[in-house]
């Protein structure tokens, strides 16, 4: 399966509430990032966490990285209608330069 | 931010022409542009590695002669869809990363839609 796997595909939420998406990867990285796609555009840079950092905060988000477990996590606080959009977490393989591989992303809705 | 410019934003074609996007890097220098194709609902994927001055990289899987790449300077690379089909008919994103921090974060363009009828 694909390197930076998403969880949970979809996620339906109240505006207000706060929303958590998942991301696992498979191989040693340099870093990891967040992207956020609105639909038919292209992706906007969240938030990059380095292999060494555990956690990073940038307004109303929250990134998490577990290296022993290959896995991070995107939480996003007081969600507005405006968050609804697709969410990728991005892998900087350490073998792969300046390359990142994408997971298959989270469409996230935030209901008004 | 960085801005990158992608052009088309959309374009409509006839199977068998040729179409080419452009991926510009507005304010800053990119030694390196990838080229990612998206289908409905699903992620991104990479197609090709553009290097400026150099013969582009492509995944497996990518004909290079199909997908032509070019990164002439360190602020264009263009990609040419040739002989167009209505397979070929996708989203097209490039990104592009500033030659000063080469692990840092991606600029995106805004994606060309390419409908081939």
């Known amino acids: 399966s694909q390197q930076g796997e998403e969880d949970p595909q979809a996620l339906s939420i109240q505006e207000g509430e706060n929303a958590t998406m998942n991301c696992s990867y498979k191989?040693?990285?340099?870093?990891l990032q967040w992207y956020r796609q609105n639909s038919g555009r292209g992706l906007v840079h969240l938030i990059l966490?380095?292999?060494?950092?555990r956690e990073k905060h940038s307004g109303r988000l929250r990134v998490t990285l577990d290296t022993s477990k290959k896995s991070s996590s995107l939480l996003i606080t007081a969600s507005r209608a405006a968050d609804t959009a697709s969410y990728f977490c991005?892998?900087?393989?350490?073998?792969?330069?300046?390359?990142?591989?994408f997971g298959e992303g989270t469409q996230l809705t935030v209901n008004p | 931010g960085a801005v990158v410019s992608q052009h088309p934003s959309w374009v409509i074609c006839k199977s068998g022409t040729s179409v080419k996007i452009e991926c510009r890097s507005l304010?800053?220098?990119?030694?390196?542009m990838f080229w990612y194709r998206q289908f409905p609902k699903q992620s991104l994927m990479l197609m090709a590695t553009s290097n400026e001055g150099s013969k582009a990289t492509y995944e497996q899987g990518v004909e290079k002669d199909k997908f032509l790449i070019n990164h002439a300077s360190l602020t264009l690379s263009t990609l040419t869809v040739t002989s167009a089909h209505p397979e070929d008919s996708s989203f097209y994103i490039c990104?592009?990363?500033?030659?000063?921090?080469?692990?840092?974060?991606?600029?995106f363009g805004e994606g060309s839609r390419l409908t081939v009828l």
């Open positions: 304010d800053f220098q990119a030694t390196t």
């Open positions: 990104s592009a990363i500033s030659q000063r921090e080469t692990f840092g974060e991606l600029f």
């Open positions: 991005a892998t900087r393989k350490v073998t792969s330069g300046s390359r990142l591989t």
């Open positions: 966490i380095r292999s060494n950092e």
């Open positions: 191989t040693s990285i340099n870093n």
